[in-house]
Every structure is written in structure tokens, then in C-alpha cells.
């Protein structure tokens, strides 16, 4: 699943290419896309036709668009990308991606066409959602349905020094507590192993066993690799995220660990390591990192 920087610069691309516009027309295929929504794809469409692209919005690896209908009632069409999902800003002549699962016909507030937007997933874990927006420190709100989503390192409503509190509350692996999105959003598997190692820390080390220095400095690294990752367009190991555009980004040549197992350590020399965590593959440096 794309981690924070590439949701984030899927966001802006949607900011650039979509918001301002008006929905004229949407297609939904199959109902597996609308899946998330329970009265169904037709519903879906229904709800979304005429509505003002107000705002693309994003919390962790979170996406959504704020939408109006014509009295100023804004909602959210929540947009997951899952694991191979891709939105493309695309001429509405061009030709049908071979898994195309949605299509967003748009127009300027003048009326005139504007470029198509499209849902292609290939994985299919993907699809759209709609929600109502409560309040959460934004000038729309959030959407209902990921209210309980903690913010994430790149946001102002982040508080950090409540969620070291909370991180040294707990008898949890740090890597897990990384990866708690109920804590901290916005952090996966890459920019977690990443962050521990840029910290030298083991991210089998328990939370409570840290100081809250050292629990400071890991999310701060995690912070740090985030915004680097967004600089160069986030990571992509295939062909399968890419941003509106279908560029794919390129910070996967500066992964220092992740990924890179039986490489030399950057830092030290040392082979790096892969082990299995939580149904996942967690890469350290067993010099640098040391279980303790």
C-alpha cells in the first residue's frame, strides 16, 4: 500500500488537476470499486454527479476530495488506493487503461470540458467510498468513517510529545507503535524500517525500554525520510504507483535498508538483514542496530 509521500503526491496532483472542477458525468465498472459503499455503485454515482471538487485532502495514507452539491453541503468521496490503485489525469479521447474501474467526467465552473479523471487498479484492493465530514482541524473537516486515524508527522494538528507519551505508555515493539496508525498515521513498512535505522534503533526494542529522547528521535527521523521520499515523487518498486500524471517516483535509490538485504549497510558495512514482523519484512543493520 502507498505510505504517506505517495499518497501526498498523488493529493496535490488531484489539487492541480481536479479541484475547482465539476463532476458532469461518472462511471462506475463492476461493483467491486464501490465495494465500501453499502447502497451500491449506482448510488454512488448518483450522489456524485453536479457536485464542485471543493478540495483534495489527505490524513496518512489516507485520500479523499471534498464535494458540494448545489446548496454548500460538502461531504467525502474517499478514494483508497490500496495496493496497486492509480488516479490518471487523462484527455477523455484517450484510450481505456486495461483495468479501469472508474471514470470522472469533469467541467469548468464555466461549463467547458476539462481532462478525465480515472481509477485504475489492477490488485483490485482498491476503491471508492462515500462519508460525511465531522470536525478534525480542517477547514472541511474529516471524513467520518477514518475519524479515529491519528494525524500524521506532516500535518499541524501532530502533536509529538503526546504521542511519545503514549508510545512510553506501552509494552509494544517501536516498529509496531510505527506502524499503529491509531497512533501516528501516515507510516509503513519502508519509512518505518528507515526511521529506526537513520535512529539506530532496533524496531524490535519495546517502547516502554526507550527513553522518550530516543522515541523523539525515531519519529523525527521518520518525519525527515518522509519528506525527503516527497521531494523525489515517493517510492515505487514497479510499475503500479504512479502519481496523476503516471510518473513513477524515484526514492527508492536512496533507500539506506529497506529492501536491500545482504547489501552493505551505508553506515557501516555491515550485510543488512531481512527478518519477518508482523506479516510483513522488517530490514535492519545488525551492526547499527543492536538487539539489546
Same mark, same amino acid.
Given at each position: 500500500m502507498p505510505e504517506l509521500p505517495e499518497v501526498e503526491v498523488v493529493r496535490r496532483g488531484l489539487a492541480e488537476h481536479v479541484v475547482g472542477r465539476r463532476v458532469a458525468e461518472v462511471s462506475l465498472r463492476g461493483a467491486r470499486v464501490a465495494r465500501r459503499h453499502a447502497p451500491g455503485p449506482r448510488d454512488l454515482e448518483d450522489r456524485l454527479r453536479g457536485r464542485l471538487v471543493r478540495a483534495a485532502e489527505r490524513r496518512g495514507k489516507y485520500l479523499w476530495l471534498v464535494v458540494e452539491d448545489e446548496t454548500g453541503q460538502a461531504d467525502a468521496l474517499i478514494l483508497h488506493l490500496g495496493? =496497486? %490503485? #492509480?488516479?490518471?489525469?487523462?484527455?477523455?479521447?484517450? !484510450?481505456?487503461?486495461k483495468h479501469l474501474h472508474a471514470t470522472f467526467d469533469l467541467v469548468e465552473t &464555466?461549463?467547458?470540458?476539462? !481532462? #478525465? /479523471?480515472? *481509477?485504475?487498479?489492477? @490488485?483490485?484492493?482498491g476503491g471508492l467510498a462515500w462519508s460525511e465530514l465531522v470536525a478534525g482541524g480542517r477547514a472541511f473537516g474529516i471524513p467520518e468513517s477514518i475519524a479515529h486515524i491519528a494525524p500524521d508527522p506532516l500535518e499541524p494538528a501532530y502533536d509529538q510529545a503526546d504521542v511519545v507519551r503514549r508510545m512510553k505508555a506501552r509494552h509494544v515493539a517501536v516498529k509496531r507503535a510505527l506502524l499503529d496508525q491509531r497512533l501516528v498515521s501516515g507510516i509503513g513498512n519502508i519509512y518505518a524500517d528507515e526511521a529506526l535505522w537513520r535512529a539506530r534503533v532496533n524496531g524490535v526494542r519495546d517502547t516502554d &525500554?526507550?527513553? @522518550?529522547?530516543? /522515541?523523539?528521535?525515531?519519529?523525527?527521523?521518520?518525519?525527515? +525520510?518522509? @519528506?525527503?521520499? /516527497?521531494?523525489? %515523487?515517493?517510492? &515505487? *518498486?514497479?510499475? /503500479? $504507483? +504512479?502519481?496523476?500524471?503516471?510518473? &513513477? %517516483? $524515484? *526514492?527508492? @535509490? =536512496?533507500?539506506?535498508?529497506?529492501? #536491500? #538485504?545482504?547489501r552493505p549497510c551505508p553506515r557501516c558495512g555491515t550485510p543488512v538483514r531481512r527478518e519477518a514482523f508482523m506479516n510483513r519484512s522488517s530490514h535492519y543493520c545488525p551492526r547499527c542496530q543492536r538487539r539489546r
Amino acid at each position: 500500500m502507498p505510505e504517506l509521500p505517495e499518497v501526498e503526491v498523488v493529493r496535490r496532483g488531484l489539487a492541480e488537476h481536479v479541484v475547482g472542477r465539476r463532476v458532469a458525468e461518472v462511471s462506475l465498472r463492476g461493483a467491486r470499486v464501490a465495494r465500501r459503499h453499502a447502497p451500491g455503485p449506482r448510488d454512488l454515482e448518483d450522489r456524485l454527479r453536479g457536485r464542485l471538487v471543493r478540495a483534495a485532502e489527505r490524513r496518512g495514507k489516507y485520500l479523499w476530495l471534498v464535494v458540494e452539491d448545489e446548496t454548500g453541503q460538502a461531504d467525502a468521496l474517499i478514494l483508497h488506493l490500496g495496493m =496497486s %490503485g #492509480q488516479l490518471l489525469v487523462e484527455p477523455p479521447d484517450a !484510450p481505456a487503461e486495461k483495468h479501469l474501474h472508474a471514470t470522472f467526467d469533469l467541467v469548468e465552473t &464555466s461549463g467547458e470540458p476539462a !481532462p #478525465q /479523471l480515472r *481509477f485504475v487498479d489492477q @490488485r483490485t484492493f482498491g476503491g471508492l467510498a462515500w462519508s460525511e465530514l465531522v470536525a478534525g482541524g480542517r477547514a472541511f473537516g474529516i471524513p467520518e468513517s477514518i475519524a479515529h486515524i491519528a494525524p500524521d508527522p506532516l500535518e499541524p494538528a501532530y502533536d509529538q510529545a503526546d504521542v511519545v507519551r503514549r508510545m512510553k505508555a506501552r509494552h509494544v515493539a517501536v516498529k509496531r507503535a510505527l506502524l499503529d496508525q491509531r497512533l501516528v498515521s501516515g507510516i509503513g513498512n519502508i519509512y518505518a524500517d528507515e526511521a529506526l535505522w537513520r535512529a539506530r534503533v532496533n524496531g524490535v526494542r519495546d517502547t516502554d &525500554s526507550l527513553t @522518550r529522547p530516543t /522515541l523523539a528521535r525515531v519519529l523525527d527521523h521518520a518525519a525527515e +525520510v518522509m @519528506r525527503e521520499a /516527497l521531494k523525489q %515523487g515517493g517510492t &515505487s *518498486f514497479d510499475a /503500479l $504507483y +504512479v502519481n496523476v500524471n503516471g510518473a &513513477s %517516483g $524515484y *526514492f527508492d @535509490r =536512496s533507500l539506506a535498508v529497506y529492501g #536491500q #538485504q545482504g547489501r552493505p549497510c551505508p553506515r557501516c558495512g555491515t550485510p543488512v538483514r531481512r527478518e519477518a514482523f508482523m506479516n510483513r519484512s522488517s530490514h535492519y543493520c545488525p551492526r547499527c542496530q543492536r538487539r539489546r
